[in-house]
C-alpha cells in the first residue's frame, strides 16, 4: 500500500504510518515558509522536531523548538508552524483521534490564499 505524499506551496508532508485513530507525518518546511493557521475539530497533534528550528504558534502563543524538542497542540487549538531560518526544517506529527483526514483543517490564515478555496469547499 503506497501511503500519503503532498508538495504544498510551504514544502511538503508524508504520511509515515497510518491506523485506527492515529496517522504519523513527516513534514519539511521550506525556509521562510509557514503552513496555515488552522484548527482540527477531530485531532490532537504533536509535533517533534527532527532538523531545524520551528516557530510554532498555538492559541496565540509562540514557542520556538529546536531538534528533540516537541509541542502538543490540543482538538480546537489554532496552531501554525513556521520555519524562520535558513535551514530545510523536518517535523514528526503525531495525529490522534477518531477522524485523521485532510478535510478536517479549517484555515483561519493562509499566506497562499488557501482560506478561500476551504471556505468554497464547505458550501
Not at 508538495?7 to 508524508?14: D, I, K, N, V, Y
Not at 513534514?27 to 477531530?42: E, K, W
Not at 532538523?51 to 480546537?76: K, L, R, Y
Not at 535551514?87 to 490564499?113: P, S
Request: net charge negative; with cysteine.
Amino acid at each position: 500500500m503506497a501511503l500519503e505524499s503532498e508538495q504544498r506551496p510551504w514544502g511538503s508532508w508524508h504520511v509515515i504510518d497510518d491506523g485506527k485513530g492515529y496517522k504519523v507525518k513527516r513534514i519539511h518546511v521550506d525556509p521562510g515558509q509557514r503552513l496555515s493557521y488552522q484548527t482540527h475539530a477531530h485531532r490532537s497533534e504533536h509535533w517533534v522536531v527532527i532538523f531545524g528550528m520551528a516557530t510554532c504558534v498555538v492559541d496565540g502563543e509562540t514557542i520556538v523548538v529546536g531538534p528533540g524538542q516537541s509541542v502538543d497542540v490540543s482538538v480546537g487549538a489554532a496552531h501554525r508552524i513556521s520555519n524562520m531560518h535558513s535551514e530545510e526544517l523536518v517535523i514528526i506529527e503525531v495525529q490522534h483521534g477518531a477522524y485523521t483526514g485532510e478535510d478536517d483543517i479549517c484555515r483561519l490564515e493562509d499566506d497562499y490564499g488557501r482560506e478561500e478555496e476551504a471556505a468554497h469547499a464547505a458550501h
